[in-house]
């Protein structure tokens, strides 16, 4: 049996490699390979891989990430993002900074259809922001506002982020999608909130636009109804057990590309493109699975989780302090990991901690309740400096806003979510409300 050192220096050597810019998999799977090797041999290192590689990609309950990731492909060539976009300025682009608030709406509307926060991000980019630039928005602005848009796609249902705590936690996929809406309105309103203060302290860096009939606001609004339609049945469907998670992703998916070939936007080379992006996507996120597999088997062998765990229990420290130095070490692995590197290299670690704690919350409400703030604080990590993926991702459609610029502008946005994390700390029947409501 390895000593719980041997994870601490595997640890150490995984956030090196990861530094150093080695892809997350690749780096997971290669240290937690060479340490069981070194602490068991080859030979049942071996036999580990022969069942665990089949297993781990072999599961019916991991059909749902490709069925989700196609779903976004198939909304973001089809044009939906554009519709979406366009439905939001009628109603809000008169107003200053009214741009910048449509892309706040539209990102909301797109992640209910994508759960991928890096396609949002990525989605919205190409839409909103040759439309802010061209009015005069301030690159800080128009920058930092899609960028903190991009990350309402992991956390509004369906969230391929979710779907993997759910699976690594042992909980209900639904039951952490019924959860996410509130925290996931309550974010895009204070995004909308910060954006209604920036221009009101800057107004040049938002001006307002032409102001719309309410006969085209109306009419806009209804054209987006097949996205309302879709997100209802595909969350709703599965939360009333109508099919499984996997098949309403399945639902989802199917629906969504009849939608965009409906609207003319999506033709037989954009569905191809569609198909090859999935795959491309889907053998990311199995590789980042078996490297995280083959990692925190090894960390089983050192007994590292499990100690932690009873010598937090045994201790004096106060629940919400600890709750609080976890949360604070996902801001700092944010500067480094992915969210799905982090959830799926952490959640085996921490979570048995989160659960033996005492919160006032039964066990199933305190690991739903932990889900929500982890993938929250996940979320914030993309757009936190020096590393921001998301910040990245829009600088390289954005080559002539300094990445300096686009980080000041996106400071803002991390107050607002610094405050909606507290909310969510002191007040857990914010995540929680409507499963009690509908259970």
């Known amino acids: 049996m390895a000593d719980p050192i041997d994870g601490v220096f595997a640890f150490a050597a995984l956030i090196g490699l990861i530094a150093l810019r080695v892809p997350i ?3 997971m799977l290669g240290v937690g390979a060479g340490a069981y090797v070194l602490v ?16 781990e990609v072999s599961s019916y309950s991991l059909a749902v990430v490709p069925l989700f990731l196609l779903m976004g492909e198939l ?7 554009r519709l979406l976009f366009r439905a939001a300025n009628d109603w809000v682009g008169a107003r200053p900074g009214g741009l910048a608030m449509a892309s706040i709406g539209a990102s909301a509307g797109f992640g209910a259809i994508c759960g991928s926060s890096l396609a949002t991000a990525a989605t919205m980019a190409r839409v909103a922001l040759p439309e802010m630039r061209g009015r005069g928005y301030s690159g800080a602005l128009s920058t930092g506002t899609v960028a903190a848009g991009g990350t309402l796609g992991i956390l509004i249902p369906p969230s391929i982020v979710l779907v993997l705590y759910a699976l690594l936690a042992e909980q209900n996929i639904a039951d952490l999608f019924i959860a996410a809406l509130v925290p996931g309105l309550l974010a895009a309103l204070g995004y909308l909130l910060t954006i209604a203060v920036y221009v009101r302290l800057a107004p040049a860096a938002g001006p307002a636009g032409p102001a719309v009939s309410w006969r085209r606001r109306w009419r806009s609004a ?25 098949e309403g992703a399945a639902v989802g998916a199917a629906l969504t590309g009849l939608f965009a070939v409906a609207q003319g936007g999506l033709r037989a080379r954009g569905f191809a493109r569609a198909l090859s992006a999935t795959a491309v996507a889907t053998g990311m996120v199995f590789l980042i699975l078996l490297g995280a597999a083959v990692f925190n088997a090894f960390l089983g062998l050192t007994r590292l989780p499990q100690l932690s765990a009873a010598w937090i229990a045994a201790s ?8 609080l130095v976890v949360l604070a070490g996902y801001l700092v692995l944010g500067c480094v990991m992915d969210s799905l590197s982090m959830i799926l290299l952490t959640v085996p670690v921490i979570f048995p901690i989160i659960v033996g704690l005492d919160f006032g919350l039964d066990p199933t409400e305190t690991a739903i309740w932990f889900g929500i703030l982890a993938v929250i604080v996940v979320e914030i990590g993309l757009i936190t400096p020096p590393v921001g993926l998301n910040v ?14 686009t980080f000041r502008g996106v400071l803002p946005f991390l107050a607002a979510d610094l405050v909606r994390v507290g909310l969510l700390i002191a007040f857990p029947g914010l995540s929680l409300v409507l499963l009690r409501w509908l259970g």
């Open 222 to 246: 209804a054209e987006t109804w097949p996205v309302v339609a879709i997100f209802a049945l595909v969350i709703g469907g599965i939360y009333a057990g109508w099919f499984t998670p996997s």
């Open 392 to 405: 990245f991702v829009i600088h390289g459609l954005a080559r002539d806003v300094p990445i300096g610029q």
């Open 316 to 323: 004096d420290l106060s629940p919400w302090l600890v709750l």
């Open 75 to 81: 909304a973001s060539a089809g044009g939906i993002s």
């Open 25 to 27: 998999g690749v780096a």
């Open 40 to 55: 068991r041999g080859v030979d049942p290192f071996l036999a580990y891989v022969k069942t665990a590689v089949f297993a």
